[in-house]
C-alpha cells in the first residue's frame, strides 16, 4: 500500500503495510538511526519521535497513524545547519554515557520546552519520566534542558 507522510520536511511515499511501526519505517525504510529500538513495547522510550508536534514511541505508532502528518526524528532537529539547542546542551554537558537512548531523551525535552518555555525542575522530571537510562545520567539530562529553559 503507497502511504505518504513529510518526514523532517521531507514529502516521503513508501509502499509499506500501514500496520507497520513508525520506528521500522524511519529505521529500515528511510536510514534515520537514530531513533532507537529498546523495548518495543511503549516503556523505555528510546524510539520518541514527534508525530504532528506531539511525542509518540514509534516502536507502537503504526506508520498509518502519520500518513499526511509530520514526523520530526533526531535528525531533523537541528534547523539551519545549527544543532539545536538542546543538542549543544547535551553535548556541553557531558550527557550520554552509552548515548542508546539519548535521542528519545532529547526528542521528549525538546517537546517540553515547545510547549513549556521556561519549565521547573518538577516540570522537567516529570516530563522527562517516561524516558529511561539504564546508565542513569538523569541528574545531568536535567541539568541540560534546566540550561536551555528561559
Ligand atoms: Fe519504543 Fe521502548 S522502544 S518505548
Same mark, same amino acid.
Given at each position: 500500500?503507497?502511504? %505518504?507522510?513529510?518526514?523532517?520536511g521531507?514529502?516521503? %511515499?513508501?509502499?509499506?503495510?500501514?500496520?507497520?511501526?513508525?520506528?521500522?519505517?524511519?529505521? @529500515?525504510?528511510?536510514? &534515520?538511526? +537514530?531513533?532507537?529500538?529498546?523495548?518495543?513495547?511503549?516503556?523505555?522510550?528510546?524510539?520518541?519521535?514527534?508525530?504532528?508536534?506531539?511525542?509518540?514511541?514509534?516502536?507502537?505508532?503504526?506508520?498509518?497513524?502519520?500518513?499526511?502528518?509530520?514526523?520530526?526524528?533526531?535528525?531533523? &532537529?537541528?534547523? @539551519?545547519?545549527?544543532?539545536?539547542?538542546?543538542?549543544?546542551?547535551?553535548?556541553?554537558? +557531558?550527557?550520554p554515557?552509552?548515548g542508546?537512548?539519548q535521542? +528519545?531523551?532529547?526528542? %521528549?525535552?525538546?517537546? &517540553?520546552?515547545?510547549?513549556?518555555?521556561?519549565?521547573?525542575r518538577? @516540570?522537567?522530571?516529570?516530563?522527562m519520566?517516561?524516558?529511561?537510562?539504564?546508565? +542513569?545520567?538523569?541528574?545531568?539530562?536535567?541539568?541540560a534542558?534546566e %540550561?536551555?529553559?528561559?
Amino acid at each position: 500500500m503507497a502511504l %505518504s507522510l513529510t518526514v523532517n520536511g521531507e514529502q516521503r %511515499s513508501l509502499d509499506i503495510e500501514g500496520d507497520t511501526p513508525l520506528l521500522w519505517v524511519l529505521r @529500515d525504510e528511510l536510514g &534515520l538511526k +537514530g531513533t532507537k529500538f529498546g523495548c518495543g513495547a511503549g516503556l523505555c522510550g528510546a524510539c520518541t519521535v514527534h508525530l504532528n508536534g506531539q511525542p509518540v514511541r514509534s516502536c507502537s505508532t503504526p506508520v498509518e497513524f502519520a500518513v499526511g502528518g509530520e514526523v520530526t526524528t533526531i535528525e531533523g &532537529l537541528a534547523e @539551519d545547519g545549527q544543532l539545536h539547542a538542546l543538542q549543544k546542551a547535551w553535548i556541553a554537558k +557531558g550527557v550520554p554515557q552509552c548515548g542508546y537512548c539519548q535521542s +528519545g531523551q532529547i526528542m %521528549s525535552a525538546a517537546h &517540553l520546552l515547545a510547549t513549556n518555555p521556561a519549565p521547573t525542575r518538577n @516540570d522537567i522530571v516529570a516530563a522527562m519520566t517516561g524516558n529511561l537510562c539504564r546508565c +542513569g545520567t538523569y541528574s545531568r539530562i536535567i541539568a541540560a534542558v534546566e %540550561s536551555v529553559a528561559g
